[in-house]
């Protein structure tokens, strides 16, 4: 059974941090590529983060570039996401995504299977 779990959300300050996990069960982490989304209550999902697991390589949102950080615990097949310097703009339910097939992309369409979610609500 394929499964994505996300954890790590929660209320922080602006200014604050969190890390944010994303537990793959049923897939390897060793292709294709995980990705992070955000959505605002009311707005359109968008992507932040990509990692393309089968290299390591990294990928940012202008908008969270510099502040986020996507890496993976290979043993514990876990992809992170760590938050910094986090805005009240940053608050969003985030998703972690999987793709069998990596395009370099952070289109929603690439990626077919999808956690839950996890809320960041970021005060100022």
């Known amino acids: 059974q394929v499964q994505l779990m996300e954890s790590g959300g929660g209320s922080v300050q602006a200014g604050g941090s969190l890390r944010l996990s994303c537990a793959v069960s049923g897939l390897s982490l060793s292709n294709g590529c995980v990705a992070w989304f955000r959505q605002p209550t009311g707005k359109e999902r968008e992507g932040v983060a990509l990692l393309v697991t089968g290299f390591g390589q990294t990928y940012y949102a202008d908008s969270v570039n510099g502040r986020f950080t996507v890496s993976r615990d290979n043993a514990e097949n876990t992809v992170y996401l760590r938050v910094n310097s986090l805005k009240p703009e940053d608050t969003a339910m985030y998703y972690c995504?999987?793709?069998?097939?990596?395009?370099?992309?952070?289109?929603?369409?690439?990626?077919?299977?999808w956690g839950q979610g996890t809320q960041v609500p970021v005060s100022s």
């Open positions: 995504a999987k793709a069998s097939d990596c395009t370099w992309t952070l289109s929603q369409h690439e990626f077919g299977y």
